[in-house]
């Protein structure tokens, strides 16, 4: 009989709070109950996320996550077979809260404790999702995070290319405030290129020129700005037709070089011969419908399978950390009551690091 095992999983990285209970049996894994608490509105003043405000926010709201995700389930703490949390990379502040409060949980019902990489937490979830084999392609795009990753097992990842600067979540948000849409800018400028024409403003596809997977978005938003200004001079605002031309360019230049990008991650993986190719996305901005078109046709091209989970699980949840957790405790890879909160921490411990760390934390 394949075993049993039930995970209290905690997550505090970055803007969300998050308890979740995930038990794997039969092989499969299933989420009992899932409870994330969102701060947008906290931090939405400030134009990104405030680290102190968040931090704060996280002790406040972590013990309730808790609670709600026991009682949703009606298991008792000594139920659980172990606690896992968010043990890096983000704001510091808030993946503390999260990592005192698993400590105190860990010792006082006498409960392994296991440390999960965020990134892992996304990484993996498609085989909570889908139950996907090992390897397959990952691209995380979010609005603090935009890597490939070959993922080979639940601790075995390889980097092939990352941003340098921003996230591209992050330029769809500075895009939407450039303009004045509202927050969070992703959804809103989808919805505003839906009527624009892509090929009025010529903006640039960075980093295209030069071999590998490395992206860049921070040129994109400077190109935004200048070419904003530019009807403004010219006509002293902008009309309804304006924001959408400058919206469906924007996006056109995002999806061209994911699209472009994901190309050259897919002949990397194909070369590490997967017998079961899959690219699997994640991430806020995998909800793009231009963005996935494009990366749909790429896997087409390939004859790769294409995958994304749903977006409550693409986006920051406790689940994915509850099974990072699960993936841990078959390998035995535990921690002690000296595991530490990181700032950063990258996956792919053999990559050079990678450079910026944006409004939501560091990305690698
Ligand atoms: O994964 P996610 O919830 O989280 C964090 O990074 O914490 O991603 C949020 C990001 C935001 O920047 C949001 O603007 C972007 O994903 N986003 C989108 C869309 N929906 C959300 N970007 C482009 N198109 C969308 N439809
Ligand atoms: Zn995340």
């Known amino acids: 009989m394949s075993e049993t095992i039930t995970i209290l999983g905690l997550e505090s990285s970055c803007d969300d709070t998050a308890a979740a209970i995930v038990r794997l049996s039969d092989d499969r894994g299933e989420i009992l109950a899932s409870s994330v608490h969102g701060q947008t509105a906290l931090h939405a003043e400030f134009g990104g996320v405030v680290p102190e405000i968040a931090a704060r926010a996280h002790v406040e709201k972590i013990d309730l996550c808790v609670e709600e995700v026991l009682s949703a389930t009606g298991l008792p703490l000594s139920a659980m077979d172990a606690v896992a949390v968010t043990a890096g990379p983000g704001l510091i502040g808030g993946v503390l809260a999260g990592v005192m409060c698993a400590k105190g949980i860990?010792?006082?019902?006498?409960?392994?404790?296991?440390?999960?990489?965020?990134?892992?937490?996304?990484?993996?979830?498609?085989?909570?999702?889908?139950?996907?084999?090992?390897?397959?392609?990952?691209?995380?795009?979010?609005?603090?995070?935009?890597?490939?990753?070959?993922?080979?097992?639940?601790?075995?990842?390889?980097?092939?290319?990352?941003?340098?600067?921003?996230?591209?979540?992050?330029?769809?948000?500075?895009?939407?405030?450039?303009?004045?849409?509202?927050?969070?800018?992703?959804?809103?400028?989808?919805?505003?290129?839906?009527?624009?024409?892509?090929?009025?403003?010529?903006?640039?596809?960075?980093?295209?020129?030069?071999?590998?997977?490395?992206?860049?978005?921070s040129g994109l938003k400077t190109a935004l700005l200048r070419a904003r200004d530019a009807v403004v001079a010219e006509k002293g605002g902008l009309t309804t037709g304006d924001r959408a031309d400058l919206c469906a360019g924007f996006q056109a230049a995002i999806a061209d070089v994911l699209t472009e990008k994901s190309r050259r991650a897919i002949a990397a993986y194909l070369g590490h011969g997967p017998s079961d190719p899959v690219f699997a996305v994640a991430g806020g901005v995998a909800a793009n419908g231009a963005i996935r078109a494009g990366l749909e046709t790429v896997c087409h091209e390939s004859g790769l399978r294409f995958t994304a989970p749903p977006l409550a699980l693409c986006t920051d949840n406790a689940a994915m950390i509850a099974w990072a957790g699960i993936e841990r405790f078959r390998l035995g890879l535990f921690d002690g009551s000296d595991l530490v909160a990181r700032p950063r921490w990258p996956l792919d411990r053999t990559a050079p690091a990678l450079l910026g760390a944006g409004k939501k934390g560091a990305k690698a």
């Open 106 to 217: 860990a010792a006082g019902a006498g409960l392994p404790l296991i440390g999960v990489n965020h990134l892992a937490g996304h990484a993996l979830t498609p085989r909570l999702t889908d139950g996907l084999p090992f390897p397959y392609l990952m691209l995380l795009v979010s609005g603090g995070h935009c890597q490939f990753l070959i993922v080979d097992g639940p601790d075995d990842f390889t980097r092939l290319g990352g941003t340098i600067d921003d996230a591209p979540g992050e330029a769809f948000d500075k895009t939407a405030r450039l303009l004045g849409l509202p927050q969070p800018g992703g959804p809103e400028v989808e919805r505003a290129a839906k009527a624009g024409d892509p090929a009025r403003f010529a903006f640039p596809r960075p980093l295209l020129d030069r071999p590998g997977c490395d992206l860049s978005f």
